[in-house]
């Protein structure tokens, strides 16, 4: 009965942590809109739809962020983290800074290879 509470309040560290890099992808974007002449289209909202987190018009980053974190359950949080984190940089380097966001999705992947060390 102690590991299924362990596995409850894990599954809620991960969705806290998704929580958390969506709330990041915001904050990111709403930053880069201060500095912005504040134009914008109802397309591409600089704070709620980033054009560089958009994808292809059905699947934007947040969602397959969201699909690809369903099944985590029991993964440690900070691990949870970093592989969304890692997400979002290869996700937008075409359309935002380049090799810069690569390198930090390597940064992130080197991160969440030590956090699980060598388990899965």
Avoid: F
């Avoid at 991160?111 to 388990?119: D, H, V, Y």
Wanted: glycine content about 12%; some cysteine.
């Amino acid at each position: 009965m102690g590991n299924n509470a362990n596995l409850g309040s894990i599954g809620d560290a991960a969705n806290s942590m998704l929580a958390a890099l969506r709330a990041m992808l915001d904050l990111e974007e709403g930053a880069e809109a201060d500095a912005t002449d504040g134009s914008s289209s109802a397309e591409h909202d600089p704070v709620t739809a980033p054009a560089h987190y958009a994808g292809d018009g059905e699947v934007e980053c947040k969602r397959a962020m969201e699909s690809m974190l369903a099944g985590y359950a029991g993964v440690a949080p900070t691990a949870v983290y970093w592989a969304g984190a890692a997400l979002k940089y290869l996700w937008r380097w075409p359309l935002k800074s380049g090799a810069q966001d690569v390198d930090k999705a390597i940064e992130c992947l080197r991160i969440l290879r030590a956090e699980i060390g060598g388990g899965r």
